[in-house]
Nanobody
């Protein structure tokens, strides 16, 4: 089992930045694909970014390309999401997730482990 705990959410003005962290406990997180998803009220869960278990591949949703960066620190069992140039439409609950290698990166149904979520609110 892997337990994931996110932190770093909050309220920020449009154009600002936030860095989210997701720390894993239990099994080592290094052997899992790692991803960030988000869900706004009344909307489906949306893929934001992911990094393959090896770290060799990185993926971003179209709406965040060029603004968000996913990174990892295997020694700390932690994955990060640096969010720059934030927009009001980025407002959502952000979740980190983990899946075994070999599964679809962008499909939330392929992820076995989820954090509790952290709220990000961007004011205009």
């Amino acid at each position: 089992q892997v337990q994931l705990i996110e932190s770093g959410g909050g309220l920020v003005q449009a154009g600002g930045s936030l860095r989210l962290s997701c720390t894993a406990s239990g099994r080592t997180f290094s052997s899992y694909n790692k991803a960030w998803f988000r869900q706004a009220p009344g909307k489906e869960r949306e893929f934001v970014a992911a990094k393959s278990w090896s770290g060799g591949s990185t993926y971003y949703g179209d709406s965040v390309k060029g603004r968000f960066t996913i990174s990892r620190d295997n020694a700390k069992n932690t994955v990060y999401l640096q969010m720059n140039s934030l927009k009001p439409e980025d407002t959502a609950v952000y979740y980190c997730a983990g899946s075994p290698p070999g599964r679809s990166i962008v499909d939330p149904n392929m992820y076995d482990y989820w954090g509790q979520g952290t709220q990000v609110t961007v004011s205009s």
